[in-house]
């Protein structure tokens, strides 16, 4: 493998470099979370790796890399009208799915064992022995079926859960009993027991979870977003759990984050902010993923993840 110079732009930049290094000690790396450093290295370095905050910053001073590996699964920041699109992007894919797939199911069984409300009826001292539900026979719709979708519905399965999906277009994918195209989502949703949004934040996927929407879904639905804090109008989903249109919400990601003081989500009830946690990158499986990009870089191969910049995923 030709010698060649890494840019790490990441809060844990020691650590892939530590883990670089040790898969591939010819690598130069040179890593920083300070933007002055890492501008100073940027023009050097033909490949780069790390954060889309960081270095969508480097990208808008005029440094361009040959290929930038994501080390999220989200790319915004380097979807912007204003960054160049001439270089070669992928993303994060096949390391977040057990870690997305926990979070879900952590999420649905403290759902159905009414969790949250017996801890409020321990702290008032007050006996709550009504009778759980169970996740057999439950109806879960997973919009968005890529990737990560398909790590949660095939964790989902063994529990007797009825899966259905929705991408960007219909296809047939086991263990789903279906999957669908975006514009079913109203029909579908309207069925669902658990409505899990894993959507990328692409032009056709922002305000889909909107007033119209909620009036859909049945009283005791439960609504996770691990996708896109835009795919929800914040409004509408706090107005839903007011009026009793769904039963609950678990939301990990908001359009500002972190969420403003003040914001509604704090005190609306019965609806669970996670901080933007449910699938958090872990480096060991991320430099795993970089340096098989890299060889198949290095050889001409297909990078996995390709971001196609023209359509944002």
């Given at each position: 493998?030709?010698?060649?110079?890494?840019?790490?732009?990441?809060?844990?930049?020691a650590?892939?470099?530590?883990?670089?290094?040790?898969?591939?000690?010819?690598?130069?790396?040179h890593?920083?979370?300070?933007?002055?450093?890492?501008?100073?290295?940027a023009?050097r370095?033909?490949?780069?790796?790390g954060?889309?905050?960081?270095?969508?910053?480097?990208?808008?001073?005029?440094?361009?890399?040959?290929?930038?590996?994501s080390?999220w699964?989200?790319?915004?920041?380097?979807?912007?009208?204003?960054?160049?699109?001439?270089?070669?992007?992928?993303?994060?894919?096949?390391?977040?799915?057990?870690?997305m797939?926990e979070?879900?199911?952590?999420?649905?069984?403290?759902?159905?064992?009414?969790?949250?409300?017996?801890l409020?009826?321990?702290?008032?001292?007050?006996?709550?022995?009504?009778?759980?539900?169970?996740?057999?026979?439950?109806?879960?719709?997973?919009?968005?079926?890529?990737?990560?979708?398909?790590?949660?519905?095939?964790?989902?399965?063994?529990?007797?859960i009825?899966?259905?999906?929705?991408?960007?277009?219909?296809?047939?994918?086991?263990?789903?009993?279906?999957?669908?195209?975006?514009?079913?989502?109203?029909?579908?949703?309207?069925?669902?027991?658990?409505?899990?949004?894993?959507?990328?934040?692409?032009?056709?996927?922002?305000?889909?979870?909107?007033?119209?929407?909620f009036?859909?879904?049945?009283?005791?639905?439960?609504?996770?977003?691990?996708?896109?804090?835009?795919?929800?109008?914040d409004?509408?989903?706090?107005?839903?759990?007011?009026?009793?249109?769904?039963?609950?919400?678990?939301?990990?990601?908001c359009?500002?984050?972190?969420?403003?003081?003040?914001?509604?989500?704090?005190?609306?009830?019965?609806?669970?902010?996670?901080?933007?946690?449910?699938?958090?990158?872990?480096?060991?499986?991320?430099?795993?993923?970089?340096?098989?990009?890299?060889?198949?870089?290095?050889?001409?191969?297909?990078l996995?993840?390709?971001?196609?910049?023209a359509?944002?995923?």
């Amino acid at each position: 493998m030709t010698a060649v110079r890494v840019l790490i732009g990441e809060a844990e930049h020691a650590r892939y470099a530590e883990l670089l290094h040790q898969a591939v000690p010819e690598l130069e790396l040179h890593g920083s979370a300070d933007p002055l450093e890492l501008a100073h290295w940027a023009g050097r370095c033909p490949l780069w790796l790390g954060q889309p905050d960081l270095l969508a910053a480097l990208l808008r001073q005029g440094h361009k890399p040959h290929w930038l590996q994501s080390t999220w699964a989200g790319i915004t920041p380097l979807l912007a009208a204003d960054l160049p699109r001439d270089y070669s992007l992928s993303r994060a894919v096949g390391i977040f799915g057990q870690v997305m797939a926990e979070y879900v199911l952590c999420h649905l069984l403290a759902h159905e064992r009414q969790l949250f409300a017996r801890l409020v009826a321990q702290v008032e001292q007050r006996w709550d022995n009504r009778v759980p539900q169970s996740l057999v026979g439950r109806r879960a719709l997973i919009v968005g079926s890529g990737d990560i979708g398909l790590s949660v519905a095939r964790f989902l399965a063994p529990f007797g859960i009825e899966l259905y999906g929705v991408a960007s277009r219909a296809r047939v994918l086991a263990p789903f009993l279906d999957v669908a195209g975006l514009d079913e989502l109203p029909r579908l949703a309207s069925q669902a027991d658990y409505l899990i949004n894993l959507l990328p934040d692409t032009p056709a996927t922002r305000d889909i979870y909107d007033a119209a929407l909620f009036a859909q879904l049945k009283p005791g639905a439960l609504l996770i977003n691990a996708g896109r804090g835009v795919a929800v109008v914040d409004a509408d989903l706090v107005a839903a759990l007011q009026q009793g249109q769904l039963a609950a919400a678990v939301i990990d990601v908001c359009r500002e984050e972190p969420l403003p003081d003040g914001h509604p989500f704090w005190n609306t009830p019965r609806l669970l902010l996670t901080g933007h946690s449910a699938a958090p990158t872990e480096p060991r499986l991320m430099a795993q993923l970089f340096v098989d990009n890299l060889r198949r870089y290095q050889t001409g191969g297909q990078l996995q993840g390709t971001v196609d910049l023209a359509r944002g995923y």
